[in-house]
């Protein structure tokens, strides 16, 4: 155990080690002295080597102003919305308490909540997003039905039309079919019943998408080294056969896309997809007073030099893309996805290994269906 406050308190250990929040004791001179495993997850660093180092080593605050107030020790400090650098892991958005412990000089309690993790783990419901994603439910019908008159008067004009004219009503049809195609990925993201769900292997739906991305790429075209680190233990989860296929055959080839860049800088592109058990993720659903617990995680990480900090708080947000010919819905869907069925999406970089993770948090399919059971009508 991490954090160790004597024989006396047991409960109180566990309570404190059960925590999703970052809780820190700080001693004189603001080095850490003790921590829960939810604030080594939140510095990705064991507490055999965080303890004794001092805060300002891992965290740096630009805040001027909070920095001198956690210089005294006598006065509480609470803090919302704060910007942090965090060692190895770049920018955060982060709230933060600092409490004196009574009774103990110049020692603290701090706690952090990470806020760039809460936000993709919220509600999604009255948000922007939807505003923006609902317009193809009004506007569908009305382009659908010009779309295909232009693509039938295309198609008859070609037939009058000698083969080197041809070319331009093959761009018009063309065109009206990448436009349909588009709306029918809107019409996606807006619709608002959720597909039904069941127990899935993880891994089946893993492999699958790897042999959809291979066949699409054509055998040995792979261009990348994909590592597949899966825990065969892991329980089956409640989701969508198909729709967990598609979340993974986008994240795999956003991610063998991305690490191509590690090739042209003389290194190896490398893809990998693990599966593993993640305690402490927990979801407040509507129908129960007792939060759904998340413990399955899919993370799949590439080498590439990661997304531009400026548009990472941003990417699961519709016609955000850094594709030059991408059209930004593709991480959209993949988080309605992800939600209609109950789980999460999250994303982060990892300067220090030069990687970057996406990560998707799912429930188990027993615990779910035990829960449906006990709601009531």
């Known amino acids: ?48 080597r965080l303890i004794g180092v001092p805060l300002r080593e891992i965290v740096s605050i630009s805040d001027r102003r909070l920095v001198d107030r956690l210089d005294d020790y006598e006065t509480p400090v609470s803090a919302r919305e ?7 892991k770049g920018a955060r958005r982060v709230d933060i308490n600092v409490a004196p412990v ?33 317009g193809p439910e009004i506007m569908a ?30 761009l ?3 065109e009206v079919d990448r436009i349909a195609a588009l709306i029918e990925r809107m019409q996606k993201l807006s619709g608002r019943t959720t597909p039904p769900v069941e127990p899935c292997n993880l891994h089946e739906a893993a ?13 040995g075209a792979r261009r990348f080294r994909l590592i597949e680190e899966f825990d065969p233990s892991l329980p089956s989860v409640l989701g969508s056969p198909d729709g967990l296929v598609q979340v993974m055959i986008n994240l795999l080839s956003n991610a063998a896309e ?7 800088d003389g290194g190896e592109p490398r893809v990998t997809i693990r599966t593993r058990f993640a305690s402490g993720l927990q979801l407040q659903t509507g129908n129960s007073d007792a939060p759904l617990r998340l413990p399955i995680e899919v993370r799949v990480s590439d080498n590439g030099a990661g997304i531009d900090p400026a548009m990472r ?65």
């Open 1 to 48: 155990m991490s954090l160790d406050l004597g024989t006396s308190v047991p409960e109180a250990q566990r309570l404190l080690a059960s925590l999703p929040q970052a809780v820190v004791l700080l001693e004189p001179g603001l080095k850490i002295a003790a921590l829960n495993p939810a604030a080594e997850q939140f510095f990705g660093q064991s507490a055999r």
């Open 258 to 264: 991305a690490c191509q860049d590690a090739a042209r």
């Open 82 to 88: 704060v910007v942090v650098e965090l060692k190895g």
């Open 172 to 174: 018009i049809t063309g």
């Open 102 to 134: 009574a009774d103990t000089p110049g020692w603290r309690l701090l706690t952090i909540h990470d806020n760039t993790a809460a936000d993709a783990l919220g509600d999604d419901s009255g948000g922007p997003d939807n505003a923006v994603l609902r």
């Open 313 to 377: 708080d941003h990417i699961f947000e519709p016609f955000v893309t850094t594709k030059k010919s991408g059209q930004g819905l593709g991480l959209p869907l993949v988080r309605k996805l992800v939600r209609d069925m109950n789980g999460r999406i999250t994303h982060d970089r990892d300067d220090e290994t030069g990687l970057t993770h996406f990560r998707i948090h799912l429930p188990l399919a027993r615990e779910t269906r035990t829960r449906v059971k006990r709601d009531p009508a």
């Open 207 to 219: 492999r699958r998408a790897i042999d959809v991305l291979d066949a699409a790429n054509g055998e």
């Open 141 to 170: 019908h009305e382009i659908k039905n010009p779309l295909a008159g232009i693509r039938g008067a295309a198609q008859l004009l070609a037939r009058k039309l000698d083969e080197r004219d041809r070319a331009l009503t093959d």
